[in-house]
C-alpha cells in the first residue's frame, strides 16, 4: 500500500500555460483589454480564459484582471483564476505605480515576467493632499522595475492613446503585440480591434503608435524625471525660458538695464534671479523688477563663493514668491489676459472660433476689500471690528463671474488695472513688512549659521494659497521659527529647521509639525 | 437602468440543444436555470453576482416567452421568502445574492424555509464575496447551510461545472425536500468559458398554474408540533436522502490515481489552484492529470463519510484544502477518522493559513510543505528542496513608494459634495459622531473627507446611532443611509425607529437614484422609466409617511453651501425627533452611460449642446491642495510645472472631467481660491449667439490688447 509511487506515465510538463495579469485603475478600461487578449489569443488557435473582479471594489480603485492562455489540443486545461507570486509570464500594468505594486506582490520576476507599464502617473488621493508634493517616485518603481523584470517596456501609453482620440486599452493592447511575447502576428491584434466594433480607426492609431514604440525594444522613457515629477499626458506646460518678451521700446529699454544687473551677478545665482526678474516684472513693474534686484544685492554682496551662493539662490527665489503675493488684483490680472484665453481654450480642447462660456468662482472678504484700499482707509476699517463684521456680511459670499461676457470682464479688467496704485495698498504693505522681517531674520544668521540662513529662506515655501489656507501657511511659518531659539547654536540646526518645514508640508492641520516641535522641545535646553 | 447591459449578451440563452455557449459565469447559470425549467426567479444584486440580477433583468422578454416570473427583491430575505412558492407546489424556484451579508438577511426566511422543506427544487445561489475584491466582512456561507441544515454545492470554478451543478442542485432539492445554496467566488462569477447547451424547458407548472390550484398542507407550516417533526425530519428523511443522492449522482469527483500514499481533499471552487500548485510542485499537466489523487467536493455539506473513508484507507496522509474559517470540513473529517479508527494522518490547516484567500502562493507553499513531508519521494530534487533564494526580487522600499489605491468616489460623484459640505459643517461646528452605512456613499471614511465611525449593515445606518440619542449633550449624531439602504431595510430599522424613540440625530439620505454601488439597479425611488418596475415613489413621502416631521430635500447635491446651511440647520434647530435631509442627485457613472451618447448625437445632428468641463488656472493655484482635501475626485490631480521657482505641484484638472460643479462650489463654499474656472462649450450655436460672441470678443480683445501695450509681455512660448 505505501509503495513509492512511479511518475504518472500521463504527466507531460513541456506543456505550458502562458499567463497574463493587468493591474489597472478602476475606470480604466481593462475589461476591454482582458476581452481582446482573449480574443487575439482565441483567434489564433488557442483556448484562453480570462477573470476579473467587478463590483464596488473597483470604483477609482487598484483593480486585477488575469487571463491564462495555452494553445488548442484539444483538451481542456485547468486555468488558474488569479495571477500568483513567480507565476507570470506577462504583467500590463496602465498605470506606473501599479507596476509598482505588482513587483511588491511578488508578480513580476526576472526568469519570467516580461513588465509592460504605461510611465504616465494618476496619483493617489493620498498623493493628492499633502499640502507639499506627497507623490511617490517613479524613479524608484522604475529601478525596482528593471530589477525585477525580465523585459521591462515602458513608455506614456496614456498620452498615445489620448493623442489618438482612443482610450489606453488600446495602447497596452498595442504595447503587448509589439512586444512580441505573444506569437500572434500583429493582424491578428488587430483584427481583435476590428470585431471589437466601437471606436475601431482611433484604437487603430494608438495601438499602431504603441507597437512602433515597444517594437523598438524592450526600453523605457529615456527622459530622466525628477523625483516625484510625473510625465504629463496633456496640456504639457514644459516651456523654454528663454521666452519672447515684448513692449514699448521704453520698457524694453528698462528690462535690458535690468537684465544687464543681472548678468553682473555670480553665475550660480543668475538663473534663478533672470526668472525671479520676469515674475515680479510680470506682477507689477520695471520699477519692481529693480526693487527685486536692490533685495537680492543685499544677500549677494555678503554671500560666499565657496558655499556655491546657495543663500543667494534661495534668496533669488523666495524673494521672487514673496513679492508676488497673490491678491485680487493679480487674480483679475491673470484671468483677463489673452494668453490665458488661449490657453483655457487649448485645455478644454476646441478652436479658436468655438463659442465658450467660462465663469471664475471668486469669493471675497472684507479682509481682500481691506487689502485693496489706500493703506489708511484700510487699516481704519481693520480697527473697527463692527464696521468690518457689517461690511463683511455685505460683501462675503460666492460670486460667480461670466469672462466670456463684456461686463464681468470689464470687471476684471479694471481691478487688473489697480496694479499702478498697488503699492499704496494695505496688503502691500503687510506683505513688504512681512517680507523685510523675513529677509532680515534671514541676513542676520549668514554670518553665524550659513546653513540656518538659507533654510530660513526656505520657510517662505510655508506661506501659500488664500484666505484660510493662507493663514494656516502663515501659522504653520510662525510655528516652525519658533523653534529658531530652542535650535540656534547647535551644528545641526539647519537639518532641524528643514525637518520642522518638512512636516509642515505633511498634512493640512500640521499634527507632523506638532510632533516635531516637541521633540525640538524635548532636547532644547530648558533655559532658552 | 443597470450599469452594464447585457442586451446583447442576453440572446445567448436562446441557444438550444447541442450549440456551444460562449461567456461570463454568471450568464452561464442563467442559461442553466433556463434549461432547467426554472418558474420563478428572484435576488438582490451585490458583488458579485450583481450582473446576475442584471442578466435576468435583461432577459425578461426571454423569461415572459418561457412564462417565467422574475422579481428584482426588495432584500435577500424577500428572495428567500419567494422561494415558499415551493414549498407546496412543485415549481422549481431559484433566487439569489452576495454573501454572507445576504445570506444574514436571508436568515429568517431561510430558515423558516429549510424547517418546513420544499415540494418543488429550491435553488439558492450565493456570490460568495470573500478574498481580493471583497468588500465585507470575511465570513462563511458555510455555518448557514450547516445551522439550517441546507446542502451546499461549492462546484468547480469552470462553465460546465456550474451549469452541471445547477441542473444537480434542483434535482438534489427535490430528491431531498431540502432548499439547495450554490456558492460561486467572485472570480468564478467573472469567469469566460464555455458549455454545450441544451433546449431551455417552460417549467412543467408555473406560479400561474399554482395561483389557479391553490394547495395547503398543515404539515409544511412551521408551528408546533409540525416544527418539532421536521427537525426529526431533516436527520431521519432528508439527510439520508441527499447523502444518497450525492453518492449515487457522483457529484463528488476524484482525479489522479486511485492508490497513493498521499491526497488531497479540496472544495470545489479551490480545485484549480490546488491543480496549478500541483503542475507547479512537478506533479501534474495543465491539464490536471496528476500524480496525487484529489477528491474534490463539489457538495460540502453534507460530507459523504464513506466517500471519504475510503479516499483515506490507503493513505499515509490527506491534506483538506479548505477556505475560510472555521475549518468547519476538517472538523468533520478529523471525528470521522476518529469515529472510524482511522490511521491515515489529518492535515488542514496546520499546512495552510488558518485565515484569508487561498491564493496560488499561499496554495504552492502549504501543498509544497505537506508533499515534501508525506511524500517527498515524487518530487524532483528541485521541489523537494527548493532553493530559497528563487524569491520573487524583494522590493522593500516600494512599500513606502506605492501610495495605496483604495476603491473611492468616481468623477464627478453627486456624494462627494455631501461629505465636502459635512466636512466643512465640521470645521464650524466642531466633530460629530457619524455612523455610516453601506454603499457608495461608506467611501466618506477613506481620506480625504475621513467622515464615519461605524458601518453596521445594509439601511442600518442611522439603527446605529440610535444609542446617541442623549437630550443633554450638545451636539447630535449624523447618520448617513443610501437609497439602496433605505429601501432594503432603512426605512423601518431605521427611519421607523428613530421616529419611534424620538431620536434627535440628524439623518443623511443619499439618492443618486440607483442601487449605485451594485451598478445602477433601479429602486423604488429611481426617476427612471422602467417598463416592468413601479419607479418614482419619492423618499421623503415615504420618510413623512412613517412621522418625520422635520424633512429637507435637496435636489442638486452639488449645491455645496445649500447642502452645508441645510446640514448646519438640522445640527441646530430646537426641533425634536430625527432630522432628516434626502440628498439627491444622479449617479455620475450611470448619468454619462446614459447622457453621453445622447450628447454625442445631439451634436452631429447639429442641435444647441452645452458641455461644461472645469479648469485650473496653474499660475492663479498656489499648489496648497486644499481643494483636493475636499474633493478627491480623480480628474482633480496634481502636476508639476516646469518652473523652478515653484516647489509644489498645482491642481490640475484632466480631459475625464464632466463638469459635475463640485470644484468651483467648493472653492466658493469653502473660500478656497479662485483658480478654478468653468468652461462651457456650446455646440452648435445658434446665429444671435455667434454675433454676439463676435462682438465680445471684440471687445475683450481690445482690452487685452489695450493693456498688453502699456506693459512687458513675457509670452507663454
Redesign the interface.
Known amino acids: 500500500m505505501n509503495a513509492p509511487l512511479v511518475p504518472h506515465p500521463k504527466i507531460d510538463q513541456t506543456e505550458r500555460v502562458t499567463s497574463i495579469a493587468v493591474l489597472a485603475v478602476g475606470g480604466q478600461g481593462g475589461g476591454v483589454l482582458t476581452d481582446w487578449i482573449t480574443d487575439v489569443a482565441e483567434r489564433n488557435g488557442y483556448r484562453a480564459q480570462s477573470t476579473s473582479v467587478a463590483g464596488v471594489a473597483q470604483r477609482t480603485g487598484a483593480t486585477i484582471y488575469y487571463i491564462e492562455m495555452c494553445p488548442d489540443r484539444g483538451r481542456q486545461p485547468v486555468f488558474a483564476l488569479s495571477p500568483s507570486q513567480g507565476d507570470v509570464d506577462i504583467l500590463i500594468a496602465a498605470e506606473l505605480m501599479e507596476a509598482g505594486r505588482a513587483i511588491m506582490r511578488g508578480f513580476v520576476t526576472p526568469e519570467r515576467t516580461t513588465l509592460i507599464a504605461s510611465s504616465h502617473r494618476i496619483a493617489a488621493v493620498s498623493e493628492k493632499i499633502a499640502p507639499g508634493d506627497g507623490r511617490g517616485s517613479s524613479q524608484e518603481v522604475r529601478a525596482a522595475a528593471l530589477k525585477a523584470a525580465k523585459a521591462f517596456i515602458s513608455f506614456d501609453m496614456e498620452r498615445i492613446a489620448v493623442e489618438a482620440g482612443s482610450v489606453i486599452s488600446a495602447s497596452l493592447f498595442g504595447a503587448l503585440a509589439g512586444s512580441g511575447v505573444l506569437p500572434f502576428p500583429r493582424e491578428s491584434f488587430e483584427e481583435t480591434i476590428r470585431a471589437s466594433g466601437r471606436g475601431v480607426e482611433a484604437s487603430l492609431r494608438a495601438f499602431g503608435k504603441a507597437f512602433d514604440r515597444a517594437q523598438t525594444g524592450p526600453q523605457t522613457d529615456d527622459v530622466p524625471l525628477g523625483s516625484g515629477h510625473q510625465p504629463e499626458s496633456e496640456d504639457i506646460s514644459l516651456r523654454p525660458f528663454a521666452s519672447r518678451i515684448s513692449g514699448s521700446p521704453k520698457l524694453m529699454a528698462g528690462w535690458q538695464r535690468l537684465v544687464a544687473r543681472v548678468d553682473a551677478l555670480p553665475e550660480p545665482v543668475r538663473e534663478m534671479a533672470r526668472l525671479g526678474l520676469r515674475k515680479v516684472v510680470d506682477f507689477q513693474d520695471v520699477a519692481y523688477g529693480g526693487e527685486y534686484l536692490d533685495r537680492l544685492a543685499q544677500a549677494v554682496n555678503r554671500d560666499r563663493e565657496s558655499k556655491g551662493f546657495a543663500f543667494s539662490v534661495a534668496a533669488a527665489k523666495y524673494l521672487a514668491n514673496t513679492m508676488c503675493y497673490d491678491d485680487v488684483i493679480r487674480v483679475a490680472d491673470l484671468k483677463t489676459r489673452s494668453a490665458r484665453s488661449s490657453r483655457v481654450r487649448r485645455e478644454v480642447g476646441v478652436a479658436d472660433d468655438a463659442v465658450l462660456q467660462v465663469t471664475e468662482y471668486f469669493h471675497p472678504r472684507i479682509e481682500e476689500v481691506c487689502g485693496s484700499l489706500p493703506a489708511g482707509l484700510g487699516r481704519w476699517i481693520e480697527a473697527r471690528p463692527g464696521l468690518a463684521r457689517w461690511l463683511d456680511g455685505r460683501i462675503n459670499k460666492g460670486r460667480r463671474i461670466r469672462t466670456d461676457s463684456a461686463l464681468g470682464f470689464s470687471l476684471l479688467w479694471l481691478i487688473g488695472g489697480l496694479r499702478r496704485w498697488r503699492r499704496s495698498m494695505l496688503r502691500h504693505r503687510v506683505e513688504t513688512a512681512h517680507l523685510e522681517q523675513w529677509f532680515d531674520l534671514a541676513l542676520s544668521r549668514l554670518d553665524t549659521d550659513y546653513g540656518l540662513a538659507v533654510e530660513i529662506l526656505n520657510c517662505r515655501r510655508l506661506i501659500k494659497g488664500y484666505s484660510d489656507t493662507h493663514a494656516r501657511g502663515l501659522s504653520k511659518y510662525d510655528r516652525v521659527l519658533s523653534a529658531l531659539p530652542m535650535i540656534e547654536g547647535r551644528a545641526d540646526a539647519a537639518d532641524w529647521l528643514r525637518r520642522l518645514r518638512e512636516a509642515a508640508l505633511k498634512d493640512e492641520k500640521g499634527e507632523m509639525l506638532e510632533g516635531a516641535l516637541k521633540t525640538v522641545a524635548s532636547f532644547a535646553p530648558a533655559a532658552s | 437602468m443597470a450599469e452594464r447591459s447585457f442586451a446583447k449578451e442576453v440572446e445567448k440563452l436562446r441557444l438550444g440543444e447541442g450549440e456551444e455557449f460562449r461567456g461570463e459565469g454568471i450568464l452561464a447559470i442563467t442559461k442553466a436555470l433556463l434549461e432547467c425549467g426554472v418558474g420563478y426567479v428572484g435576488g438582490y444584486q ?3 453576482i ?2 446576475l440580477m442584471d442578466v435576468l433583468s435583461d432577459a425578461q422578454d426571454i423569461l415572459e416567452e418561457l412564462g417565467v416570473h422574475f422579481e428584482a427583491s426588495a432584500s435577500e430575505a424577500t428572495a428567500t421568502a419567494m422561494l415558499a412558492a415551493s414549498v407546496h407546489y412543485p415549481i422549481r424556484g431559484a433566487v439569489t445574492f452576495k454573501s454572507t451579508v445576504g445570506t444574514n438577511v436571508a436568515s429568517d426566511a431561510l430558515a423558516n424555509l429549510a424547517s418546513g422543506g420544499v415540494t418543488g427544487g429550491a435553488l439558492i445561489i450565493v456570490g460568495e464575496d470573500y478574498g ?4 465585507i466582512m470575511q465570513e462563511r456561507s458555510h455555518a448557514f447551510a450547516m445551522k439550517s441544515q441546507v446542502w451546499l454545492l461549492d462546484p468547480r ?2 462553465l460546465p461545472s456550474i451549469v452541471k451543478a445547477v441542473r444537480e442542485g434542483f434535482e438534489l432539492s427535490e430528491a431531498s425536500n431540502t432548499p439547495v445554496m450554490m456558492e460561486v ?4 462569477c ?4 464555455s458549455f454545450i447547451a441544451r433546449d431551455n424547458q417552460r417549467p412543467p407548472m408555473t406560479v400561474a398554474d399554482a395561483l389557479e390550484n391553490p394547495r395547503r398542507d398543515t404539515q409544511r407550516i412551521v408551528l408546533p408540533p409540525a416544527s418539532f417533526l421536521h427537525e426529526k425530519e431533516k436527520i431521519e428523511r432528508r439527510w439520508p436522502a441527499a447523502v444518497d443522492f450525492i453518492r449515487s449522482r457522483k457529484i463528488n469527483e476524484f482525479f ?2 486511485e ?3 498521499i491526497g488531497i481533499v479540496c472544495q470545489g471552487g479551490m ?3 490546488v ?2 500548485a500541483l ?2 510542485l ?10 496525487v489523487p484529489i477528491y474534490v467536493l463539489n457538495a460540502v455539506y453534507p460530507l459523504i463519510d464513506d466517500e471519504f473513508l475510503d479516499f483515506c484507507s ?1 493513505k ?1 496522509a490527506v491534506l483538506v484544502v479548505e477556505e475560510g474559517q472555521p475549518n468547519y470540513i476538517e472538523q468533520a473529517f478529523g471525528s470521522m477518522l476518529y469515529k472510524a479508527g482511522a490511521t491515515a494522518r489529518l492535515a488542514g490547516k496546520d499546512y495552510l493559513p488558518m485565515a484569508g484567500e487561498y ?3 499561499v496554495m ?1 507553499d502549504g501543498i509544497g510543505a505537506f508533499v515534501r513531508d508525506f ?1 517527498p ?2 518530487l524532483s530534487d528541485r521541489h523537494r528542496a527548493p532553493n530559497q533564494n ?4 524583494a ?1 522593500p ?3 513606502q ?11 464627478g460623484c453627486p456624494e462627494r459634495p455631501i461629505f465636502a459640505a459635512t466636512k466643512l459643517v465640521e470645521q464650524e461646528l466642531g466633530p460629530h459622531h457619524i455612523a455610516s452605512d453601506i454603499g ?1 456613499h461608506l ?1 466618506s471614511i ?3 473627507f475621513e467622515l464615519g465611525a461605524t458601518t453596521m449593515g445594509y439601511g442600518l445606518g442611522p439603527a446605529s446611532a440610535s444609542a446617541f440619542n442623549a437630550p443633554d449633550a450638545k451636539r447630535r449624531s449624523i447618520s448617513f443611509v443610501g437609497d439602496g439602504g433605505f429601501w432594503h431595510n432603512g426605512l423601518t430599522s431605521s427611519i421607523g425607529n428613530a421616529v419611534f424613540n424620538q431620536n434627535d440625530g440628524v439623518i443623511v439620505i443619499v439618492d443618486n437614484y440607483y442601487a449605485a ?3 445602477g439597479q433601479d429602486i423604488l425611488s429611481s426617476r427612471a422609466d422602467n417598463k416592468s418596475k413601479s419607479t418614482k415613489h419619492p423618499i421623503t413621502e415615504a420618510v413623512k409617511g412613517m412621522g418625520v416631521k422635520w424633512v429637507r430635500q435637496i435636489d442638486r447635491t452639488y449645491d455645496v ?1 445649500k447642502m452645508r446651511a441645510t446640514l448646519k440647520e438640522a445640527l441646530t434647530t430646537l426641533e425634536k425627533g430625527p432630522k432628516v435631509i434626502v440628498a439627491s442627485s444622479e449617479c455620475m457613472l450611470n448619468r454619462q452611460r446614459r447622457e453621453r451618447p445622447l450628447m454625442q448625437k445631439a451634436i452631429k445632428s447639429g442641435e444647441r449642446v ?1 458641455k461644461p ?1 472645469f ?1 485650473v ?4 493655484c ?5 481643494c ?2 475636499l474633493s ?1 475626485c ?1 480628474s ?10 515653484r ?3 498645482v491642481a ?1 484638472i ?2 475625464t472631467c464632466v463638469g459635475c460643479g463640485n470644484c ?2 467648493v ?8 483658480s ?7 455646440h452648435n ?1 445658434t446665429g444671435l ?2 454675433f454676439l ?1 463676435r462682438l ?2 471684440r ?3 481690445w ?3 489695450r ?11
Open positions: 451585490g458583488a458579485p450583481s450582473h481580493e475584491g471583497s468588500s470554478p469552470n467566488r467572485i472570480r468564478c467573472h469567469v469566460h468559458g489522479g490515481p492508490r497513493g500514499k480545485y484549480n489552484g491543480v496549478r503542475q507547479r512537478g506533479l501534474s499537466d495543465i491539464y490536471g492529470e496528476t500524480q490507503d499515509d491564493t496560488g502562493q504552492l511524500a519521494d515524487i528563487a524569491e520573487p526580487v522590493a522600499e516600494l512599500a513608494t506605492v501610495p495605496g489605491r483604495p476603491p473611492g468616489f468616481c468623477t457608495c467611501f477613506m481620506p480625504p454601488a451594485t451598478g453651501g452645452v468641463r479648469g488656472d496653474e499660475d492663479v498656489t499648489g496648497d491642495h486644499a483636493m482635501r478627491g480623480p482633480l490631480s496634481v502636476k508639476s510645472l516646469d518652473d523652478p521657482l516647489d509644489d505641484p490640475h484632466d480631459h468651483g462650489e472653492a466658493e463654499a469653502a473660500v478656497l481660491c479662485p478654478f474656472y468653468r468652461a462651457d462649450t456650446i450655436p449667439e455667434r460672441d465680445r470678443r471687445l475683450i480683445g482690452l487685452q490688447a493693456r498688453e501695450r502699456q506693459r512687458l509681455n513675457f509670452a507663454e512660448a
